[in-house]
């Protein structure tokens, strides 16, 4: 058997090994891109259009030099539900539109001021603490899936399906190595559908899992898509909610290059990566797609894979797409249950909380300083329990900002007019 041997960043694969590594990325990004339209109500299958096309779309700005492959931002979750819950779902979509060209306009100030002023605007004390805050303040969603049907009543059966899709999902990302370590979240997500489709042949409190629609589904046809509107409330929680995911970006394109061995904050630059994923968020969201980010999933199988070709992670981009347009497809993936769907964001939301933890503690914040303190119980608990900026505008329409946008604000804000201790004077104060 012929062996896959390693590709850099511009040489295309023979198309026997070509398909194949091109199949690992789509596998690695398939179960998050998924679960983001499930829990905002949209297309999965849009979202794979728009994750493919988007891709396409960074590969060009970027000059085809940034292996990395676009999928569906969770960052933007809670953003989503809570301006659909407000203004309605197209006014979400359009806050997205702004936000990818906020990105836009972020890149041109790199190019012409560098980046080192974001480093001020949003330090770690400020980031950690809103990633923290979009994991838990997702966590009720998660729970509600776990244990409720859709008219609020509490199954025990629910909980079962949640607790084994959690358990599988948890020993896939413990205890498997190589590529299925990579695939926690696909393999969670097909093993309590197995789970939820067995024990509801046998048990009828366990029979959650309608194939009606997917019958009823054509082979082929083209994803739904929906047209976004716009207002001056949702465009601004996209933009505050940006500074975070900007900053996300910043740090997946450092892992990228330290991945691959290239410094791709200086070629293709910084202003290039930024520009691709904020013009494919945009893209995105105008047919109907949540708004992408750059994935680390992805990451993790170039690092695998020591295969760093552009053309491969090309490959997974059109995969994507042709995926999109199978409506059977399209339709059982709809057919996934609540209690699935609820065990694995148990460990998905917790796991975006953590990482913000773990900003906090590698960047070395230090809580002993009262500074630091005020900023992140500011930001949590305006975050978390759900505080709110509203006042009319004229006699229709109202102005809206609540949180975790209405956090990230107070954590600028908060940042840029508090005073910061000397060291010196840090350290005297400890002494007492």
Known sequence: MKQVRHYGLTERPPLSQWIPLSFQHVFAMFGATILVPIMVG?????????????TLIYILCTQAKVPAFLG?????????????????????????????????LVALIIKFAGHQWLNKALPPVVIGSVIITIGLSLAPSAM????????GNYHLSYFVIALFTLALTITISMFFKGFLSSLPMLIGLVGGYLFALVMGSIFPAFHVIDFQIVKDAAWFGLPTFQIPKFALAPIITFILISFATICEHLGDTLCISQVVGKDFYKDP???????????????AALWGGPPNTTYGENVGVLAMTKSYSVWITGGAAVIAVLLSFCQKFGAIIRTIPGPVLGGMTMLLYGTIASSGLRTLVESGVDYKDTRNLTISSVILVIGIGGGM?????GSSMSFQLSGIALATLVGIVLNLVLPKKAASERAQSEQK
Do not use: E
């Open 389 to 393: 900026l509203q006042f009319k505008i």
């Open 42 to 54: 949209l297309s999965p299958s849009t979202a794979l259009f728009t994750a493919g096309t988007g």
């Open 144 to 151: 509600t899936n776990a244990m409720y049907d859709g008219a």
């Open 269 to 283: 630059g910084l202003q290039r990566t930024l520009l691709g994923d904020g013009l494919a968020t945009s893209w």
């Open 72 to 104: 569906s931002s969770f960052a933007f979750i809670s953003p989503i539900i809570s301006v659909t819950a407000a203004y309605g779902l197209p006014y979400a979509l359009g806050g997205a539109v702004f936000s990818g060209l906020f990105y836009c």
